[in-house]
């Protein structure tokens, strides 16, 4: 069964560096997704992204996050300089449409940030 | 922010019984409902889903039900399993404006032998 995947599962980092998450979506999903869980909070949507362009986003995704779709499978989350706050598990997640009223998000396993 | 709402953080169940998850919304935008099972460490996992225009949606042993004057749904599973002990979320969404889902704070379901 086609599935979410995501790399790394877990990544340390020093607060001020950038990272990058990479997530490759099912394939024939249109539409790619990522959302964060802190620990302990609810899971919350960062940003939706169609067709090369950022289609919704958050006010959590300000300017020190962006994405990317560099090539025909991969979808990436950098945050530019990290901060203690966006320790989470950022989750990606595709679907193949966006507005149907029928359309499912499937996530992948997440990748857990530590920002030190 | 608590447009999805899920009020009870665990529950328990015994192995063969019913399990009841509930979550309200506030948002009378939303039209369209998923539910969420998600174990530690793993992401999210679709179980069910349900539109605005129907009340009930059933698969296999799971079924969730819709009351959009009460603003309310619930998530059954016929029996429980010890392999449903997992995290419960509800999610919402516009399907209209929006593409992103709203999630709940999930329940905790605990099956026990």
């Known amino acids: 069964e086609p599935e979410v995947t995501q790399t790394p599962s877990h990544q340390v980092t020093q607060m001020g560096q950038e990272v990058i998450l990479r997530c490759v979506p099912i394939?024939?999903?249109?539409?790619f997704y990522w959302y964060r869980q802190i620990l302990g909070q609810k899971v919350e949507f960062l940003v939706s992204?169609?067709?090369?362009?950022?289609?919704?986003k958050s006010e959590i995704f300000d300017d020190q996050f962006s994405v990317e779709r560099p090539d025909g499978s991969n979808f990436t989350l950098k945050i530019r300089s990290t901060k203690l706050e966006d320790s989470a598990m950022y989750f990606c997640?595709?679907?193949?449409?966006?507005?149907?009223?029928?359309?499912?998000?499937?996530f992948g396993p997440g990748t857990r940030l530590t920002v030190l | 922010d608590q447009q999805v709402k899920q009020n009870s953080p665990s529950l328990s169940v015994q192995e063969g019984r019913i399990s009841i998850l509930n979550c309200d919304y506030t948002?009378?935008?939303?039209?369209?409902f998923l539910w969420y099972k998600k174990y530690p460490a793993e992401g999210p996992t679709f179980l069910i889903s349900?539109?605005?225009?129907?009340d009930k949606n059933e698969d296999g042993r799971f079924t969730v039900f819709l009351n959009k004057s009460a603003k309310h749904l619930s998530l059954h599973i016929v029996p429980s399993q010890p392999g449903d002990s997992a995290v419960y979320f509800c999610?919402?969404?516009?399907?209209?404006?929006?593409?992103?889902?709203?999630f709940g704070t999930g329940t905790r379901l605990q099956v026990t032998l």
């Open positions: 997640a595709s679907s193949e449409r966006r507005r149907a009223s029928t359309d499912t998000q499937y």
């Open positions: 394939s024939n999903h249109l539409y």
């Open positions: 992204f169609y067709n090369n362009e950022i289609s919704e």
């Open positions: 948002n009378s935008m939303f039209d369209y």
């Open positions: 349900i539109s605005s225009i129907k």
């Open positions: 999610a919402a969404k516009d399907t209209g404006t929006a593409s992103k889902l709203t």
